[in-house]
């Protein structure tokens, strides 16, 4: 079992519930950069550090560098959340933010759409693979 696995695990029922109080206040159909930074703030007012585009090791066949990337938030290295505010979640947005989970090495993410009215049909919960097995 990933190390992270169990806090990532309780910080998605945080996020969750933070991200509705978001939509809640605000409301579908603003930028995805507006309920970033409100969530951003959710999680601040409860305590909970919370990163956003970082620069990050990449090690490919011996080439080492660093790229900055494009994550919305990553709470306390453990679970990251990617905001999306759009008609329709596609599968390109499941593969970026499990590309971002191999490479920061986080056990769970969250595809979160503001886009929806009522945000929970918009949620969806992804495990890195082998994250929740011993």
């Keep these: 079992m990933h190390p992270k696995f169990e806090r990532a695990d309780e910080l998605s029922r945080i996020a969750i519930g933070a991200a509705i109080e978001v939509h809640r206040f605000l409301g579908p159909g603003l930028l995805e950069s507006i309920y970033e930074k409100c969530l951003a703030r959710e999680f601040q007012l409860r305590g909970i550090p919370v990163l956003t585009q970082e620069h990050v090791q990449i090690e490919y066949k011996g ?34 933010l499990l590309s ?27 495990i890195l693979p082998g994250a929740n097995q011993d």
């Design 63 to 96: 080439l080492c560098f660093k790229e900055e990337l494009k994550f919305d938030l990553l709470i306390e290295g453990a679970l990251l959340v990617e905001i999306k505010a759009v008609q329709e979640l596609i599968p390109v947005h499941k593969a970026q």
């Design 100 to 126: 971002y989970m191999k490479l920061l090495n986080v056990p769970v993410g969250l595809l979160m759409n503001f886009h929806e009215m009522k945000l929970v049909d918009g949620i969806q919960r992804m």
